[in-house]
């Protein structure tokens, strides 16, 4: 018996090895098998590169003014065209994606991390989550490109404003997701337990009932993204966002309305990348809810 | 019509097509019922019966769902029927209770309208006159006050109450066939009685057939006349109540039929069960169905796939061995009885 | 009931309270002084000055709230600098426009999106159901004014079918109405129709699984009647739900595209009054919106009990 025990505890951590990579190599399989994930992964890697290559293999800056060449058609110079300052399409658009994708990952982290600690403090807390609920109630009765509009008309127009503005528009919502998952947990009869025990409650939040809203908290902010760029494209395009001359998907769109009886590139192009980011993002999230939550992976799939 | 049995179940083989191929969940089913008779069915989940049910009303998906065999519904083939004709049948000649009362009435409209709905289908009467007569249902199967009832909603009265509503509903248009597919399993047992009593005192007025769809043997010994035991897609016994529960052939309805406890049983005892599980229906055993979990299974119950045979006494057994099974029984019985 | 639309009532008193407090403070969140801000850099320290008094910015906080209230409520949310009008009558004058387009939108999305929501939940897995839904997504990936522009780019500049810019009032005849708007109203009307689909579609899937629905045709009703009557009318719960919640996205759609078609509603509004700095508006605008969209959400939860019996039977 002495013997035969280290051989079985080796057994163990081996089997323990085992299972951790199959359980691995499944989760893999399954974010391969969810097509709706995979086609918005590669599309976001996609813009990904595009923000960051494009740029690079561009041989005009976003500023660089061309007055002779105004409104130039897609060419093999100007893959884009130009805009009407002569200025190389391809080249705004893609430092655009830097803009426009950096403004909705900002607001897509900061709503998260804001929002994860107000929903779980507001769930755990019940005095504070009347006073928290209805200030949610109050923010989401405000439309959130006119909460945005009139933050950014108080702020003025700089994209770091356009992160707070958009910023503090979606927290409710994110809240609100956090707090209905954190307050299941928290009833549960192991945390009453715990609490009976004595375990103080930053351990219980943090501990215990974090883990349990990740799931949908993850899948929400994705949603918040996708928004965060409707949303920078929308209050650039009424020249409330971010200020010319930087390029932003949303201001070239504003540039390219006056002149768009000449020009449909300047629509089409900064248009099209717009409806990719979103339709990926919005890809994304849809596949993540199904692969995170086995319940609504049935009621799509049958 | 006359001449003809109510309903005639020849060799019926339902298969569902799905993703991962073809399922057969019933498999070759054969029996008979005649007015003023209740046949049980019985077997564990997943055996079958529901389908089969479902099956003579063809309420299952039409598109994924295959059919085969007969249907005998007073000497037309129900299988045969378009669907423009089996609307006149669903609800009207053949009617259905379901297990589960409460999800089983529409949670939105009255439970006058509900069962006033049925009339005005099939009887072509207006919505004033099918509304006196759903108070009229209402008042056979027992229910107090039933004028105020009408215009309550499901979740407004009890399970036993929305049970006798899902069989007034049923009764509305006097269907000829009657099926109940576990209608008191969600019910307290007192109320349980007294649905069945309903039940039966109805079929008595109305001279109707009954299948009683059931996992209870209970309820089997209480209101049925004769019995199909079901086993994974095919009847594997078919015989009157009495027989089956004085002298059960199948080993599987022996198992059943121990796994009851008794009141006078002896309480140290273990209660009897049958080993195993009922094998996924994708994966069919290839010989005798129930041989994997059959004690007496032999070599020959593991090939080969016995037929329905027909004995002197008019039972129904699926068994290669139910003969030397019975002896052997009986000789261990007379051992138990000397010590 | 009526004690229910009561206790909803006063519930909605501290939202209220939150929002007016917001909105006040609105302005106060400017950086450096207001009232200099809104004057713009031209103007004298006497002109800040006189603002300043006339707006009572020299009061203290809560005196300046208590009073901004009182008048609030009762329907004075003060004058428009630019314009020299009350704000309630310039929200009230652009109001017209606005409200055609979004009730066109609604009923443009309602129109395409519930049928096809529930073509889709019975058609469950093929590719007709696949194809809408692929679609849906697009469509709730476009927001409201690229799509107006790319309409614009088609129809009005392309082809040359309709209009895309200006606005005249219903009294002028209903096509002549109508034409400005029907390009303003799908390019709104299509986001909005997207998620509805998905919603009904969803929705009738839960509920076309359910047992009534089987004890609906083991009745031998008629497929339609199962699926109109017995089903459609349970999924409309969690579809009312969908539409109330979307008359925000459908106010931030229509502030849009309002503009990319020149429509003189709320939207332009509220563009013009930033470019203006012309605060009382913005203000106003915001504040009044927020309180349409409170009640229509009630509306909508008072909906419910003609819809689910269940929840009437709660509130009694």
């Known amino acids: 018996m002495e013997v035969a025990k280290p051989i079985q505890h080796n057994q163990l951590v081996a089997l323990e090895k085992d299972i951790k990579k199959e359980r691995r190599q499944l989760a893999v399989k399954r974010f391969f098998s969810n097509k709706t994930v995979l086609a918005g992964s590669i599309m976001l890697i996609f813009l990904t590169l595009f923000a960051f290559i494009g740029p690079l293999i561009s041989q005009f800056t976003p500023l660089q003014i061309d007055p002779a060449n105004r409104l130039a058609k897609p060419s093999a110079e100007h893959w884009f065209g130009t805009d009407n300052f002569g200025r190389d399409l391809f080249s705004r658009v893609a430092h655009g994606a830097q803009v426009s994708m950096g403004v909705g990952l900002s607001v897509a982290v900061l709503t998260a991390v804001i929002g994860m600690v107000i929903g779980l403090y507001a769930a755990y807390y019940s005095a504070l989550d009347h006073i928290l609920m209805r200030i949610s109630d109050a923010l989401m009765a405000f439309p959130d490109i006119l909460l945005a509009i009139a933050i950014m008309a108080v702020l003025g127009p700089q994209p770091v404003n356009v992160v707070i503005a958009v910023t503090l528009a979606k927290i409710p919502v994110v809240a609100r997701i956090v707090r209905s998952s954190a307050l299941v947990i928290k009833e549960q009869t192991y945390i009453e337990a715990m609490r009976a025990q004595g375990a103080s409650s930053w351990r219980i939040i943090w501990r215990h009932i974090l883990p349990n809203t990740v799931s949908p908290l993850i899948v929400q902010v994705t949603y918040v993204f996708a ?9 650039s395009f009424l020249g409330a966002g971010v200020p010319a001359p930087d390029p932003s998907w949303g201001n070239i769109l504003y540039d390219g309305k006056i002149v768009i009886y000449n020009a449909w590139w300047m629509t089409v192009f900064p248009g099209a990348f717009i409806v990719m980011a979103v339709l990926a993002l919005n ?20 | 019509m006359e001449g003809y049995p109510l309903l005639e179940v020849k060799e019926l083989r339902t298969r ?11 498999d070759g089913v054969t029996f008979k019922v005649d007015y003023g008779e209740t046949l049980g069915v019985v077997g564990e989940s997943g055996c079958g019966k529901s389908v089969t049910a479902e099956s003579i009303m063809r309420l299952l998906n039409e598109k994924s769902t295959r059919y085969d065999g007969e249907i005998n519904f007073k000497g037309v083939n129900l299988l045969s029927l378009p669907e423009k004709k089996m609307l006149d049948i669903r609800g009207n000649e053949i009617s259905m209770i379901f297990q589960d009362a409460m999800t089983s009435l529409n949670p939105v409209f009255t439970i006058g309208d509900q069962i006033a709905e049925s009339i005005i289908v099939h009887q072509n009467l207006g919505k004033k006159e099918a509304m006196e007569k759903a108070v009229e249902m209402l008042r056979l199967t027992g229910i107090p006050s039933p004028e105020k009832r009408v215009h309550e909603y499901p979740h407004e009265i009890s399970g036993g109450m929305r049970q006798r509503v899902m069989i007034a509903m049923a009764l509305s248009c006097q269907p000829s066939l009657l099926i109940a597919d576990e209608p008191t399993t969600a019910l307290d047992v007192t109320i349980q009685a007294q649905i069945l009593e309903v039940i039966n005192d109805l079929k008595e007025e109305l001279n109707m057939g009954v299948i009683m769809i059931t996992h209870d043997l209970g309820v089997v010994a209480e209101v049925c006349t004769r019995v199909a035991v079901m086993y994974l897609g095919q009847v594997i016994e078919e015989s009157d109540v009495d027989a089956l529960f004085a002298s059960p052939r199948h080993p599987y309805t022996r198992g059943l ?5 008794t009141i006078t049983g002896d309480r ?18 290839k010989g005798c169905r129930f041989a994997p979990r059959c004690p007496y299974a032999t070599d020959k119950c593991m090939t080969e796939f016995p037929l329905l045979e027909t004995l002197e006494n ?14 052997r029984e009986a000789a261990s019985d007379v051992i138990t009885a000397a010590t | 009931m009526k004690a229910y639309i009561l206790k909803r009532l006063l519930s909605m008193i501290p939202v209220l309270l939150i929002v007016a407090i917001f909105v006040f403070f609105l302005i106060h969140m400017i950086p450096g002084d207001p009232a200099a801000v809104m004057l713009g850099p031209e103007a004298t320290p006497e002109e800040v000055e006189s603002l300043k008094e006339e707006l009572g910015l020299n009061l203290p906080i809560y005196q300046q709230f208590f009073e ?8 004075d949310l003060g004058n428009s600098l630019y314009m020299n009008q009350p704000v309630l009558d310039a929200f009230t004058s652009h109001l017209g426009p606005t409200l055609s387009l979004a009730l066109l939108a609604q009923g443009v999305s309602i129109f395409l999106a519930i049928p096809i929501g529930v073509l889709a939940a019975r058609k469950r897995g093929t590719g007709i159901d696949r194809t809408f839904m692929i679609i849906a997504m697009l469509g709730m990936s476009i927001p409201s004014f690229l799509l107006a522009l790319l309409l614009m780019l088609v129809f009005g500049v392309q082809l040359n079918w309709l209009p895309v810019a200006g606005y005249t009032s219903l009294s002028e005849g209903l096509w002549e109405h109508l034409k400005y708007l029907i390009l303003p109203a799908i390019s709104l009307g299509t986001i909005q129709a997207a998620v509805i689909a998905r919603m009904t579609r969803s929705s009738m899937i839960d509920i076309l699984s359910m047992n009534f629905i089987k004890t609906a045709k083991a009745k031998g009703l008629k497929q339609k009647v199962v699926i109109y009557k017995h089903a459609f009318r349970n999924a409309l719960i969690p579809i009312l739900t969908i539409l109330g919640e979307t008359f925000g996205a459908l106010i931030t759609g229509a502030v849009v595209t309002e503009t990319v078609f020149n429509l003189p509603g709320i939207g332009q509004l509220v563009i013009n009054a930033i470019t203006r700095r012309d605060y009382a508006v913005i203000q106003g ?32």
């Open chain 2, 16 to 26: 569902f097509s799905s993703e991962k191929g073809t399922i057969t969940a019933v």
């Open chain 2, 268 to 285: 140290s005892q273990k209660l009897h069960t049958i080993q195993g599980v009922v094998p996924a229906l994708d994966n069919v055993p």
């Open chain 2, 314 to 327: 008019g039972q129904k057994i699926r068994c290669w061995h139910h003969q030397e099974i019975m002896e």
């Open chain 3, 68 to 75: 901004w209230s009182l008048h609030a409520l009762q329907g």
């Open chain 3, 285 to 316: 605008t915001i504040l009044l919106i927020a309180v349409t969209y409170l009640f229509l959400n009630l509306i909508i939860d008072l909906l419910y009990g003609l819809v689910d019996p269940r929840v009437r039977l709660n509130r009694k």
């Open chain 1, 227 to 235: 928004i965060a760029i409707i949303l920078e494209a929308a209050l």
């Open chain 1, 283 to 302: 890809l994304f999230g849809d596949g993540l809810r199904d692969l995170l939550d086995p319940h609504s992976n049935k009621a799509l799939k049958e």
């Open chain 2, 257 to 261: 039929l121990k796994s009851i406890p």
